[in-house]
């Protein structure tokens, strides 16, 4: 079935779209949560919860590309899950490890006092991300949106994991630039 099909059952309040979103997308969001937890059985609570969330959002949402809609509530789900599960043990894991390699580029919650400063935030980032070139911007994309492992990104793209880690390193140093040249950051 289409998105807009599924959307369309969200809409009439068919319990169906649930049905057709995780035979759909069932898998995708899996992965994203997955990669996020490290756990089964998490990833598969944060992918029900993401089924919650969309049957709750639609309407009055009307997502315009709902593979990314799901996958952005996934991944917020899961991330506020890992949050939560980490709260008193301060595990590892690669969100750690992810939040501490933006750590140096992107100031904290905590540190951006107004939501429009986030927004602008978020453009900033987005603009320099539609920069790189496609190869660079894949990497980037996986390692920092879906928090793959550095070893799953080498292996996907076919290239040793000193190659990704200098990749990371330079786009983050050119993140951290961009951010500085467009003022957010002194």
Known sequence: MKDEGIVELYWARSEDAIDET???YGNYCYSIAYHILGNGQDADESVNDT???AWNMIPPHRPSIFSTFLGKITRRISIDKWRSRTAEKRGGGEIALV???LSECVPSNQDIAHEVEAEELARLIDSFVMSLPPMARRVFICRYWYLDPIADI??????SQSKVKMILHRRRKELLEHLKRKGFLQ
């Open 51 to 53: 089924y919650l969330d």
């Open 99 to 101: 939040l501490d390699e």
């Open 154 to 159: 080498a292996e996907r793209f076919g290239f």
């Open 22 to 24: 995780s035979k759909k």
